[in-house]
C-alpha cells in the first residue's frame, strides 16, 4: 500500500477490492459536489474569487488540510476504521462495505439533486453502521465507544459554529464600527480568500481523513487481515482524494454555494470571513479532540450565527429547516438504506 503501483496491482487481482475502492473513490467525488463548495461557498458568493479559482484554491488547501493534519493527528482516521467491526470472513464484509458505499452515494446524489447541503459526513458513517447491522443481524458489529464520538460531534460542531460565528461577527463589527465601509473592502477581499482557505484546510483534515480510513479498511479486509492500532496514509493516496474531491467540486458544486451562501443569509464581505473563520476553528478544534464532525454543520451553524449579529430574521429559516430535516433524516435514511443494500448485496453475491 505505500506505493500506487502495488495497490494498483492488488486492486486488479482482487474484483471485489476493485469494486469496494471505485465505489469509495465514487463517494469522495460525491463529497466534492455536496461538502467541499460549503468551504467556499461565501467566498465565491460575495466575489472575492471566481468559482474557477476558489475551486483550484480548495484543491490545494484540501490537499494541505490531509496532508498536515495526519502527519499531526490521524485520529479522526482511526475512529472511523473502528467505528464498526464487518466480521472476520473477507468476502461477506468486502461486500457489505461496497454496499454501504453503494448507498451513501445514492443518498448524497439525490441530496445534490435537490441542491440540499447534505452531510457526507454522517451519511458515511450511517451507511456503514447500518450495513454492520445488516452483516451481524445485531449492532455487534457497531463500537458503542468510537460511535458516540459521533454525538459528541454534532453538538459541538453546531453550538460551536453557531458561537463562534456570533462572537466573531460581533467582534469584527465593534472593531471597524467607525471605519469608512468602502475602504475596508480590500482588507475584507483579502481576508475572506484567507478564511476559505482555512476552510478548505480544515475540510481536507477532517473529511479526507474519513474517506481515506475507508480505503485502508478495504485493503486490509481484502488481505483478510485486522486493522492495524496506528494507521499510515500513503502521500500518493492523500493527492489522489484531494484531486477526486475538487472534480467533484468543479462539476456540481454551484448548488451547494447557491444555497449555503446566498439562500440562507445574504452575506456582506465581513460577514463571510467572519464565517469562514469561525467554521475552521470549529473543525480544527473537533480535529484536535479526534471528533468526527460534519463539515457542513460546521460552516451553516457558522452563517446562522453572522445573520444574527445583525437580526434573527436576518436568517432564511425555510432554507435552514430544509437543511436540519436533512441533517435529522441522514442517519435513519442513509443507515436503512445501507442495511438493505448490504441485504440485496449478500442475496446477489452470495
Not at 96 to 118: D, K
Request: contains cysteine; glycine residues 10%.
Amino acid at each position: 500500500m505505500d506505493s500506487i503501483s502495488s495497490f494498483l496491482s492488488q486492486m486488479t487481482a482482487n474484483p471485489l477490492l476493485f469494486i469496494a475502492v471505485t465505489l469509495t473513490l465514487g463517494v469522495i467525488l460525491v463529497n466534492g459536489w455536496t461538502d467541499a463548495p460549503n468551504a467556499i461557498a461565501t467566498c465565491v458568493v460575495t466575489r472575492c474569487m471566481s468559482p474557477r479559482a476558489a475551486i483550484f484554491m480548495a484543491a490545494v488547501f484540501n490537499f494541505l488540510g490531509v496532508f498536515v493534519m495526519t502527519l499531526i493527528n490521524a485520529t479522526v482516521a482511526e475512529t472511523i476504521t473502528k467505528m464498526v467491526d464487518f466480521g472476520s470472513n473477507s468476502e461477506e464484509a468486502i461486500i457489505a462495505l461496497s454496499a454501504a458505499l453503494f448507498a451513501i452515494v445514492l443518498w448524497a446524489t439525490l441530496a445534490w439533486a435537490f441542491g440540499i447541503p447534505t452531510s457526507e459526513s454522517h451519511a458515511l458513517i450511517a451507511g456503514l453502521t447500518g450495513s454492520a447491522i445488516a452483516l451481524h443481524g445485531s449492532l455487534d458489529g457497531v463500537n458503542g465507544e468510537e460511535w458516540i464520538k459521533v454525538v459528541y460531534g454534532i453538538g459541538i460542531s453546531v453550538v460551536l459554529g453557531f458561537g463562534l460565528g456570533w462572537l466573531v461577527c460581533k467582534f469584527v463589527t465593534i472593531l471597524f464600527y467607525k471605519a469608512n465601509r468602502p475602504k475596508t473592502e480590500p482588507f475584507f477581499r483579502g481576508a475572506q480568500i484567507v478564511g476559505a482557505a482555512s476552510m478548505a484546510f480544515m475540510h481536507g483534515a477532517q473529511d479526507g481523513q474519513k474517506f481515506m480510513g475507508v480505503i485502508l479498511i478495504c485493503v486490509y479486509m481484502s488481505q483478510g487481515q485486522e486493522l492495524p492500532t496506528e494507521i499510515h496514509i500513503p502521500i500518493w493516496l492523500m493527492i489522489v482524494c484531494s484531486l477526486i474531491m475538487a472534480a467533484g467540486t468543479a462539476m456540481g458544486g454551484k448548488k451547494i454555494i447557491k444555497s449555503v451562501g446566498m439562500d440562507m443569509v445574504k452575506l456582506e464581505k465581513y460577514q463571510g470571513f467572519s464565517a469562514d473563520i469561525a467554521g475552521a476553528l470549529s473543525l480544527l478544534f473537533c480535529s484536535i479532540f479526534s471528533l468526527p464532525v460534519s463539515t457542513t454543520h460546521a460552516k451553516t451553524t457558522s452563517i446562522m450565527g453572522v445573520g444574527a449579529v445583525k437580526r434573527i430574521s436576518a436568517i432564511n429559516f425555510g432554507v435552514v429547516k430544509e437543511m436540519v430535516l436533512t441533517w435529522v433524516l441522514t442517519f435513519p435514511g442513509c443507515g436503512l438504506v445501507g442495511f438493505l443494500m448490504t441485504k440485496l448485496f449478500m442475496f446477489i453475491f452470495t
